[in-house]
């Protein structure tokens, strides 16, 4: 998902993929590299449908919230960062988390770009700009509405998290764990804790990057 496409080895593959037309092996064989699976998230909701060709087996979840508006709204918490976070601040972030400075320089471009173009949703448009609200939430429900279209019933699983373990695993042949289910909300409990206090900016982004 998208904590692998800082990573020059992941994001160039598939940029050429997404961006270029380039052909869809390299970037398999990027992921398999890595010791992956599975995938998640942007870059690889964009090549779905040439990933299901490829990997005519593979099961597909689609997770979705109660609304589409509870949905933007968490979409609205990335979009602050990114906004408010100067280059700077973005690569600081990153290297923070162990990436070099070449990964963590084109990161950002690319979750960008890939919004975009999969979402029609621009992470960095202006905060309460109805028209770019429009975009994400048609977006959201045109993307949700292709891949129930797209994707074989018995193939897929359409996934409320708050449904828990058991639709889960029932679709994926597996045993419900005895841990509950999480439900930790980290990326908002990180950006309610550090930009409380109304400051935003790239202080309250730099504030985030020290104590993450």
């Known amino acids: 998902g998208t904590e692998y496409f800082w990573s020059p080895s992941l994001r160039r593959p598939w940029q050429a993929i997404l961006h270029h037309g380039g052909p869809l092996e390299p970037g398999v064989q990027a992921v398999r590299d890595m010791g992956r699976s599975v995938v998640i998230d942007l870059p690889f909701i964009a090549a779905r449908r040439e990933l299901m060709q490829r990997f005519p087996g593979a099961k597909v979840i689609l997770t979705v919230r109660d609304d589409a508006d509870s949905w933007y709204r968490s979409i609205e918490k990335v979009r602050a960062l990114y906004r408010n976070a100067t280059s700077d601040v973005e690569v600081a972030l990153l290297r923070s988390q162990g990436f070099s400075e070449e990964e963590a320089a084109g990161g950002m471009k690319f979750f960008r770009q890939d919004y975009l173009k999969v979402l029609d949703c621009d992470l960095a448009g202006e905060p309460g700009d109805e028209e770019v609200r429009r975009r994400c939430i048609a977006g959201y429900h045109r993307l949700n509405e292709e891949v129930q279209r797209e994707v074989p019933p018995e193939r897929l699983l359409v996934f409320n998290v708050k449904e828990g373990w058991e639709p889960l695993c029932r679709f994926l042949g597996l045993p419900v764990p005895p841990t509950p ?32």
């Open 181 to 212: 289910f999480p439900r930790v909300d980290q990326h908002g409990r990180v950006v309610k804790a550090e930009c409380a206090d109304g400051q935003g900016g790239s202080e309250c982004a730099s504030k985030w990057v020290l104590k993450s």
